[in-house]
């Protein structure tokens, strides 16, 4: 798979929530599959899980501070890998958090701090690297949403609210950018096995598993492998659209 607009270019890729088992195996994905690729983990406090790949692939991966929340983290952050690496042809926004509570008993923080952290910040995002993008005339983008958005379960407003958010943003945003050769695309995971389910107990993982027609939790490397494919220039006609990953839930 080629992942630059022109063969000989560095294939510059941004992974939000860098140090998190999805944005790892993301980043680790793009990293294995070619070896011209830079990837630059974008990371906030938490960074020693980032900075073990980044010094397994010392030279071609690299952690930039980024909170996502914040206009003027995000023009800074794409500024310096612009200056570095002359292009930004990847950005996969993954950042995002949850707290899960009942609507009448959801506190103001958790419902502004929950959109924020998962709609704002691909707004953000979004907005920080078009117009590198369009001058380079190719750029992939996509944003990791959720099963939420299509099947919300009870106790996520806030959280099903920002997914679905994602999913109308990329497809409203995949029709204003497509003739500039940027794609935009949104990925609803189901259950995957990363830091989200480590409170899930083994009754409520059983249960959760019946309700999977494959009858497992997906891995973070399935989720990264459509997302490679998703940046890749075969998928040059693929934009607007929301795949879901989930075991067949939906």
């Excluded at 806030?158 to 794609?183: D, H």
Aim: net charge negative; aromatic share 6%.
């Amino acid at each position: 798979m080629a992942f630059g607009a022109d063969a000989g270019a560095v294939r510059s890729i941004l992974v939000t929530g860098g140090n998190g088992g999805l944005g790892l195996a993301i980043g680790r994905w793009f990293l294995e599959q070619d070896e011209e690729t830079r990837v630059w983990l974008g990371v906030r406090s938490s960074r020693v899980k980032a900075e073990a790949l980044a010094a397994e692939f010392g030279g071609r991966c690299e952690l930039v501070g980024l909170e996502v929340t914040d206009r003027e983290n995000w023009e800074a952050a794409v500024a310096r890998i612009s200056a570095k690496d002359g292009r930004l042809d990847v950005l996969v926004n993954n950042a995002g958090v949850h707290r899960d509570s009942l609507l009448a008993t959801m506190s103001d923080e958790d419902w502004s701090s929950v959109i924020s952290s998962n709609l704002d910040s691909v707004f953000y995002g979004c907005r920080a690297v078009i117009r590198t993008m369009m001058g380079q005339r190719f750029g992939r983008i996509i944003n990791i949403a959720s099963l939420s958005a299509l099947l919300p379960p009870v106790g996520q407003t806030n959280y099903a609210a920002a997914k679905a958010g994602v999913v109308t943003l990329s497809q409203t945003l995949a029709k204003e950018v497509a003739r500039a050769g940027i794609t935009v695309n949104a990925i609803l995971p189901g259950y995957i096995e990363t830091e989200a389910l480590s409170d899930m107990d083994s009754d409520a993982a059983k249960r959760a598993k019946s309700g999977i027609p494959m009858r497992r939790f997906g891995r973070p490397e399935e989720v990264a492998a459509a997302v490679g494919f998703l940046a890749c220039q075969d998928a040059g006609y693929i934009t607007g659209s929301a795949l879901k990953i989930d075991g067949g839930i939906f």
